[in-house]
């Protein structure tokens, strides 16, 4: 194997090491989906998404804990920064609640 191939291999490796270091993640940790300031408006020009109801379900996964239920139950996730088990649970479970069909549907 060439030298720069090598290089590369290690440069990769140092990279992924400093990546999941435990003592250089950020301070904090907190939920990426949130629903802190979750408002709903009706206006008569405002077009809206036809799936407006999904930050009301999530404002309901918060206030009956359901999400720290499925992060203290599963543990699939070594680190949780920034993303906890949950924040995936959930992202896929409301993605079938927006008639998702498909990964690629997420983005939407």
């Known amino acids: 194997m060439s030298d720069s191939i090598q290089d590369g291999i290690r440069a ?3 990279r992924n090491e400093r990546r999941l270091d435990k003592r250089n993640f ?3 940790g907190g939920r990426v989906l949130g629903a802190s300031n979750v408002r709903f408006e009706l206006s008569g020009r405002a077009v809206g998404t036809p799936y407006g109801g ?3 379900v999530h404002r309901l996964v ?3 804990g359901l ?3 499925i992060d203290s139950r599963l543990h699939v996730l070594k680190f949780h920064l920034p993303y906890h088990d949950s924040d995936h649970v959930l992202s896929l ?3 079938a609640l ?3 069909t498909c990964l690629e549907d997420l983005e939407r």
Do not use: H, Q
Request: charged share 35%; glycine share 20%; hydrophobic share 30%.
């Open 26 to 28: 950020p301070a904090g």
């Open 67 to 69: 999400a720290e239920e």
């Open 12 to 14: 990769r490796k140092r």
């Open 54 to 56: 999904i930050g009301l």
């Open 62 to 64: 918060g206030e009956i």
């Open 98 to 100: 927006c008639d998702g």
């Open 93 to 95: 479970a409301y993605n």
